[in-house]
């Protein structure tokens, strides 16, 4: 893409924006209160790494958190359809222990699955930027969890959050502006408290916290198997995973109706699990050794920040000592942390050591007036995407707003995963005869540990044993036809699916 053509592009979504905000009778000066921030384009470098993965800037992304190694991954599916890991950031300060959060002002970071729409995008956060993870959800809901303005964000501070330096979130924002604008209704983020290897489910086999984990496991599975983003659905107030309910519907608090899950799916997801069943029990047989399920440590820091903390020069608040994390660029400003009260249960590497620190703030919405309707508004409350009309207006969230559709369902994946039924190009294909097949709807009467979809082999601890929760039977069933890479489900409707870019300079140069 030339820049002149990148700059008829930003004008005429300028214009665009310009005739939604006339269109819907807001006051114009809506469109000045958009800051700068959460506008920058792509940097170079992030355009170019985005080429090399065949991902086009308009496809729909991924978020994997992972607690204990304080890591934080984007997903973002390449020209074929497929998500791969485009890029892995370091958590700068996450609360808490590891485990759910359950109640207002436990500090405790959420786990589970929550999907991120436009209108919990806020650029005018304190924070910096930030998105509303959207808890509780209907599964935290079930379970009578409460809490609320739980986020990913800036500062590097937390109390519930998950915490960036400004520069991580600002790019992990315009990869969620971009995809939005590419169709994308919504993306999902997956929170866990470590990643699901079969060794850190082992050495935190003590937890009371187990049957949870398993749970969500679960799900990290149904992702790993087949590289797609999976449907959730809640039902006797758990989760359950790629499953479409023969008759009835879902309900967070009833009873589970009968459902089917797609042959391939979960034909690799039993594969993916009994593997991860052998090498459970090898690691317990050999004696791998548990961590505390409670260590006071508040939460973790990557080691790459921990290593800068200035300690040279500190002071007490609130009873605890506060040292200065350096600006990340020149010209930045320094960051006030906690200093750690411990070192971290595990680490992402052996070699390393994870540290802990406390937080300074509570993340909250800023109750500013909305920007752009839902596409960039400024609450932290979470606002379901448009389902339907395709106009200016309603793209930009000014038209009615209506229930967030369910993400799409997954496909399978390349191997070593399942294969995928879905090309780039390529029409619907006629699904094959149905074939039934058993399956665990629960994981938790087993031991369940992923091998995490990573380049590198990680470690991480383990902990304690679990609620039980109620079990069920779902049958699999064969794929429904295939349709494009970008799946319907996923994108906002009136969006043109876009399945290859060749270049992405000044996306955004002239707004």
Known sequence: MNRRTARVRALTASAAIAVAVALAGCQTDGISQIPSKAMQPLSREMQATLTKKDM?????????VFKEEAELEVWKQDSAGQYALLKTYPICRWSGELGPKVKQGDRQAPEGFYTITPGQMNPNSSYYLAFNLGFPNAYDRANERSGQFLMIHGDCSSAGCYAMTDEQISEIYALGREAFLGGQKAFQVQAYPFRMTALNMARHRNSPHMAFW???KEGSDHFEAT??????????KRYVFNATPVSGRFDPVGRCPAYQVPQDVASAVKEKQDHDERQFAHHVAQGVQTVAVRTGSDGGMHPTFLAKVNTNETFVANGRRVASLPPQSPGGKATLVYLPNQTAVASADPETTSGVIGSTRVASADGSAPVLGNLFGSSGEPAPASSSGSGIGKWFGFGKSEDTPPPANPKPAAAPAAKPTATAKGGAKPAPAPTSQTMLASSS?????????????????????????PQGTAQAKAEAPAGAAYTAGTLMPGAKPVLSSSSFDGRWGGM
């Open 56 to 64: 086009p800037v308009e496809s729909p992304i991924l978020l994997r």
């Open 214 to 216: 398993r749970m969500i």
């Open 227 to 236: 590289r797609q983003e999976p449907k959730i659905d809640v039902c006797e």
């Open 445 to 469: 009467s087993r031991p369940v540990a992923l091998g995490a979809i990573r380049p590198t082999t990680t470690q991480a601890g383990g902990q304690s044993q679990a609620e039980a929760r």
